[in-house]
């Protein structure tokens, strides 16, 4: 992206940001969002209040992991996630390289300002957000080679 296109904000290059692909269990966790939508056509709804982790909120996954039917926002772990390489997270670049845009305007979101992806990616990584589901089983191929990079 070109300088023009990235956020400017008090947590630009900061270690104080959120991954929103995260864990329940990690420091920090919130709902970002709710995976809606069809097989192969994935709608994140974004929730807009903050809505804490429980023991409650999981056991509504069912019987499911909760990844696969809640996103959730927490500390970016940096350098303990695979995805860090020291200074960006390559889970981003590549969702933003690899993957369509799904809307055309950014979702309404609460983590904006401390989102890593966001901060990282700009409004290139929102385009896309909403189609990202922390845990599929059967993803496509293009959302395979985001997540694993190969
Ligand atoms: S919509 Fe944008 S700001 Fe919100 S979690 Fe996704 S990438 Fe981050």
New binding site residues.
Partial sequence: MSDAQKPAGPHSGSSCLMC?SAQPEMPGSRV?GVVGGTPGATEVA?LNEHLPVTEDLLRLAGPVPPTQVFRF?AQCDERACAHFDGTNCKLATRIVNILPAVVDAL?P?L??AT?R??QQEGRA??MR?PQIVTLTYEPSEAMRLAAEGK
Avoid: E
């Fill in positions: 929103p970002l974004y926002a979702p979101c983590i904006r989102c992806w966001y990584a929102c957000c």
